[in-house]
Structure formats: structure tokens, C-alpha cells
């Protein structure tokens, strides 16, 4: 992969998914993905562990634990809320309690796909933010077609004492405000590098700058110039300079900035 035009930026890749499982697909191994990442500058990973078991969640603290620069956060993602009974939920439950586990998420509702009924998917939110308001810890929001909805819902569920991180942020500056006024920060991901993502562009330009973040969302959603391909870490570099450019910032105030931030939601990144 022709990530070697990077200077050594120090940014943090705040969501992304790394698990044995794409390796068996072809896709490189957690270890590979690591290291590749760091040799470009990318100093900190947050990674999500989620699925209609626990194993995916289970490896992601597993990889928290083993490397200094890799915390994770776990939950259900609404795909797979329909899989959602008490024993998965304890078993999630007793893994987010976990030091190294610096957030609940990916949680939330997606009615693009609509893989979980969406009362469903409502339920397991709403349980899923009980459970980071009782163990003070953020949230990751994923969310798709359903945006006024997760806002209402966070409201509703006090998420305002914990805060979190609406993940892949693919909204507009109205929805940006919203989210930012109930402790939401803007991770941006590959998606604002996309030419038709004015709205998304246009809200990475409004964001307060000690309420942005970037991430990649690897294995999906490779950034330009690499659309299409298997999307690793490394690239977050990429979306980085990206942001930087928008926003009319230099990329090490920009890595910078996203990294302080990165650390200051997300407890344990080195
Ligand atoms: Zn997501
Ligand atoms: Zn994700």
C-alpha cells in the first residue's frame, strides 16, 4: 500500500476495527495493520470490538491490553441488536468495565439497513447508554438515517454526563450543533474526503477545534486517494491533511489539536 508520503504527523485513529476475522478474508492481520499505521506517524488507535457474539469485543480488550498504544471500545453495534440477550449483554457489560476500555460503542441506530428492527435497535441503545451513564464512561454513536431520533434518545438517557463521540460523523452543521451542545465530539472519517460530502465538509469546518477527531472505520470507508481498497489506519494520515486543508490549519496543528482531543475523551491512550 502506497501510504509512505507522510510525515510523521502523531495522529490518533479514534475508531476502527481490527480483528483476526478480516486477516482470514485477505485483509491484513491486526499486528500487520499496527504496524504499518505507526511507521507513518499514527500514534494511537481506539478499537472497536462489536458483532452478534462477544469474540470480536473480547479481542479488541485483549489488543488494549497487549499494546501500549491501543485502547477499545465495545458494544453492539444496532446490526446486530436483534442478537442482544441478557447473557450477550453481560457479557459485554462485564468486558466494558475493563480498565482499558475507554468507551461504549459503537451503539446506536442505523435505518439505512434496518438489519435489527428498529424498535429493537431503540431498546438496545437505550440499554447500552444505561450502562455507560452507571459506568461513567463515553459513548461511541453510530448512526445512520436516524439522526434526530439517537439525539433524542441520548437526551432522554442523560448522556450529557458521560458525553462520547458520534462516530463517521455524515450529518450537517444543524445536526453538528445539536450533538456538540450534549457533549458530543465529531470524529471525522474517510467520508469528508468523498467529493459529494459538501454537508460533511462544511461541518468539519464548523466544528470547534477542541471538539474534533478523525478515524478511518477500518476495514471500511477508505479515504481519497484510495477509495475502493481495503481501508487500514495508516490512511487516517490522509484524512488528516484533508481536515487540515478544509479548515484552513496546518496539518501538525491539526494532528496536534485531534490528538489532545483523542486523548482527553478516551482514557488510557498513551
Ligand atoms: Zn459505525
Ligand atoms: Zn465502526
Known amino acids: 500500500m502506497a501510504v509512505t508520503d507522510t510525515a510523521r504527523l502523531g495522529v490518533i485513529d479514534t475508531h476502527c476495527h481490527l480483528d483476526p476475522k478480516y486477516a482470514s478474508k485477505g485483509q491484513p ?27 470480536e469485543a473480547r479481542h479488541a ?14 458494544g453492539v453495534h444496532p ?25 461504549v460503542g459503537e451503539i446506536g441506530l442505523d435505518f439505512h439497513y434496518d438489519w435489527s428492527p428498529r424498535d429493537v435497535q431503540r431498546a438496545v441503545f437505550r440499554r447500552f447508554a444505561q450502562l455507560a451513564r452507571a459506568l461513567n464512561k463515553p ?18 438517557e442523560g448522556a450529557r454526563d458521560v458525553g462520547g463521540v458520534i462516530h463517521c460523523f455524515s450529518e450537517d452543521v444543524p445536526f453538528a450543533r445539536r450533538a456538540l451542545d450534549l457533549g458530543f465530539d465529531l470524529s471525522f472519517s474517510g467520508i469528508v474526503t468523498f467529493k459529494t460530502a459538501k454537508a460533511v465538509q462544511e461541518a468539519a469546518v464548523f466544528c470547534p477545534r477542541d471538539r474534533l477527531l478523525v478515524e478511518t472505520d477500518a476495514p471500511y470507508l477508505a479515504p481519497v486517494p484510495f477509495r475502493g481498497k481495503t481501508c487500514e489506519p495508516a490512511m ?35
Do not use: M, W, Y
Not at 446486530?80 to 453481560?90: G, S, Y
Not at 496536534?256 to 486523548?263: I, K, L, Q
Open 79 to 103: 446490526h446486530d441488536a436483534k442478537a442482544v440477550d441478557d447473557a450477550l449483554f453481560d457479557e459485554i457489560a462485564a468486558l466494558c468495565k475493563e480498565e482499558r476500555v475507554a468507551a
Open 139 to 156: 459513548i461511541v454513536i453510530h448512526t445512520r438515517e436516524a439522526g434526530q431520533e439517537v439525539l433524542e434518545i441520548l437526551e432522554q
Open 29 to 55: 492481520s491486526p499486528a500487520e495493520s499496527l504496524a504499518r499505521a505507526r511507521s507513518v506517524g499514527v500514534v494511537g488507535f481506539v478499537v472497536v470490538g462489536v458483532g452478534e457474539r462477544a469474540d
Open 61 to 74: 480488550v485483549s489488543l488494549a491490553k497487549s499494546e501500549h498504544d491501543v485502547v477499545a471500545a465495545v
Open 236 to 270: 487516517v494520515v490522509h484524512t488528516a491533511r484533508f481536515v487540515a486543508q478544509l479548515r484552513n490549519e496546518s496539518e501538525a496543528l491539526l494532528a496536534e489539536v485531534t490528538s489532545a482531543n483523542a486523548r482527553r475523551r478516551f482514557a488510557g491512550l498513551a
